[in-house]
């Protein structure tokens, strides 16, 4: 357990959560003592050698919470802001999020202190390599199995998975996901995280509503997560009437054309894409970013970073749906605000889950040296979601005066307890 004083909000609110379900799930209390901490912290420290001449290091981490079910499995973030308690705080979310799913997974995350921004291609590669070489003996395709996170992408994990098959001496496709297509990867890989987002605002629309037909949508952040939710959504047909990132807020109450534009500028940076999109729809940027949770609309997608919905800013939504598209971005204090007004939230363990399942997808073709189409791909992904769903929905209606999260959450435990329980671990 990390001290008090190493801890944070995220991280607190993280295990509020955790210690709400394993009460309301009936289980042991030492359960909370086991999952409330990690099994294993890596922290490391990376040179790269500077374009300019120079040494610089770049401290890092590699968090394993918990195996039971599994090999370790969670993303790696590039911030110049991650901190060891997130990264402990997001390898607890993941190994909760991996139970749920009903894949073979535990939980980890890993992280480095930088802005990915601020390098040059060359730096960024060694920075990526020298992480790889750092953390080596705790990874592998049988024992921990790192992904893209904030900051990261497919061409880092190609770089990552290079290095880890030159230390091995083989290839090993497995060890990475989220890796481009060219280098085992899938093409699904870059929007599944958004589609599971999609598909899920979809059942939770239906299931408050009888049909999500002409439900608008409102969508914080407009990264890979945000943009894909958006084209997915728009696709499935939902009205899409705004996004934002942190230049601001695109807003047009007849929905916005955003699609298109996502499919042709897959590259693009949210800034530069936000701008195509407003540009568009004939559409202005308002400069508030938070604007976006105002937004007259029946479900409100927060897809950036943790802690976006607090007690401070609450009053503003005004959707009667939140599926969360990033990690933590509803505070505790927020969602009992949203909860006495009616307002369901669909949690980040089940909401945006579609990027570890994709990954799970990709593991197992490595493993087998197999490889699906897209679109034999996208209807397992999609198969799995809506299951998902549909068990913690059937959940939430049997336990009356629980929230969605609490549902959800005591589902991912009650597996995760299971697995110990045979083990002999508790």
Do not use: C
Not at 73 to 83: A, N, T
Not at 114 to 137: C, F, Q
Not at 234 to 248: C, F, P
């Amino acid at each position: 357990m990390l001290s008090v004083t190493q801890m944070n909000a995220f991280l607190g609110n993280t295990l509020q959560l955790l210690r709400r379900s394993i009460e309301l799930g009936g289980f042991p209390p030492e359960l909370y003592e086991y999952l409330s901490r990690p099994k294993r912290i890596l922290a490391v420290s990376i040179p790269v050698r500077l374009d300019g001449g120079g040494l610089a290091f770049f401290e890092g981490y590699r968090v394993q919470h918990n195996d039971a079910l599994g090999p370790y499995k969670g993303g790696i973030r590039f911030h110049p802001e991650v901190s060891l308690a997130d990264d402990v705080a997001l390898a607890t979310i993941m190994t909760l999020k991996d139970s749920l799913a009903g894949i073979p997974y535990g939980g980890a995350k890993g992280a480095v202190r930088v802005d990915p921004r601020r390098l040059s291609p060359r730096e960024l590669e060694e920075l990526s390599r020298g992480y790889v070489r750092a953390v080596a003996p705790l990874i592998g395709d049988e024992l921990d199995i790192p992904a893209p996170d904030v900051g990261t992408n497919s061409q880092i994990m190609a770089w990552m998975a290079d290095e880890y098959s030159k230390i091995a001496g083989r290839n090993v496709p497995g060890v990475f996901t989220a890796k481009p297509p060219e280098l085992w990867g899938n093409p699904v890989r870059e929007y599944s995280t958004g589609l599971g987002v999609a598909v899920i605002a979809v059942y939770a629309a239906k299931a408050l509503w009888g049909s999500s037909d002409g439900k608008t949508a409102a969508i914080q952040g407009f990264g890979n997560v945000g943009r894909w939710t958006a084209y997915w959504l728009e696709k499935m047909g939902v009205k899409v009437v705004a996004v934002s990132d942190v230049n601001g807020t695109v807003y047009k109450r007849g929905g916005l054309v955003a699609a298109e534009l996502i499919e042709k500028n897959r590259n693009a940076r949210g800034p530069d894409l936000l701008s195509q999109v407003a540009k568009y729809n004939d559409a202005s940027i308002a400069q508030d970013p938070g604007a976006v949770f105002g937004i007259d609309a029946d479900i409100l997608v927060p897809a950036a970073l943790e802690n976006a919905i607090t007690e401070d800013n609450v009053k503003l939504v005004r959707a009667k749906l939140v599926v969360e598209g990033a990690n933590g971005p509803t505070t505790p204090e927020a969602e009992k605000a949203l909860y006495e007004r009616g307002v369901v939230v669909v949690p980040d363990v089940l909401a945006n889950a579609g990027g570890v399942v994709m990954s799970y997808l990709e593991w197992v073709e490595n493993l087998q040296w197999v490889m699906w189409d897209e679109e034999e791909t996208r209807a397992r992904l999609e198969k799995i979601m809506a299951d998902n769903f549909k068990r913690v929905h059937q959940r939430w209606v049997q336990e009356k005066g629980w929230t969605v999260r609490d549902a959800a959450y005591v589902i991912a435990v009650e597996r995760i307890y299971r697995a110990m329980k045979a083990r002999g671990w508790i």
